[in-house]
């Protein structure tokens, strides 16, 4: 089967996870977003929430084809922490997924290799307790047709398994469909096939 057309990501925030390390707490949350607002929203929140924390460190991958995505180590030494938990979107092959890993210092240095593996850890831990669920990249097509081809029309959708996202019934009939980018191409080219229909991809 090809899978070209999916893609993992997380459908509610994860429950917060703890690891321990010589007296250092590192408490990590994942949450699906999908913009930069998104991130700048949680990451808001969690300052609020755990404002004696000494970081906020975190990572996230947003996009389902050619993903965007940012490492923050948040002041703690170059690639400590937010590229560990970057590794660990990749490890569990997420995108549109933000994770986070609040830090309290508990007096004892840990040198870079083991915040690395705090990090790393947290970010995997928060990762493992998350429902992730996988989605297909969809394609859209406005399509135009007069009432009278209306059951063709719709055969066809039904008989495709077609998503109607939008309808708007006036002097024509006017839907916004959803299929999936692999089946695209066929599909477009079966409501050409009626002729009766104009399809435009949105």
Not at 139 to 149: A, N, P, Q, T
Not at 171 to 184: E, F, G, P, Q, W
Request: glycine share 6%.
């Amino acid at each position: 089967m090809d899978n070209t057309d999916t893609y993992n990501t997380i459908e509610i925030p994860s429950l917060e996870a703890i690891f321990k390390d010589k007296g250092s707490k590192f408490l990590a949350y994942a949450f699906p977003v999908s913009s930069e607002e998104d991130v700048n929203f949680h990451l808001q929140d969690l300052k609020e929430k755990h404002r004696k924390a000494r970081h906020w460190c975190y990572a996230w991958r947003i996009g389902a084809e050619n993903p965007k995505f940012r490492a923050n180590d948040d002041g703690e030494p170059n690639n400590s922490a937010g590229q560990p938990i970057y590794g660990q979107l990749l490890s569990y092959d997420l995108t549109n997924t933000l994770v986070v890993v609040v830090r309290y210092f508990g007096g004892t240095k840990l040198g870079v290799g083991g915040l690395i593996n705090a990090y790393k850890t947290a970010a995997n831990l928060t990762l493992q307790g998350a429902k992730i669920e996988q989605k297909t990249i969809d394609c859209f097509f406005d399509l135009k047709f007069d009432y009278k081809d209306m059951n063709k029309v719709m055969r066809l959708v039904k008989g495709k398994n077609i998503k109607i996202e939008k309808q708007s019934m006036n002097l024509d009939c006017n839907y916004t469909i959803s299929v999936r980018k692999n089946d695209a191409d066929q599909i477009k080219r079966a409501f050409e096939e009626l002729r009766c229909v104009k399809i435009t991809e949105v």
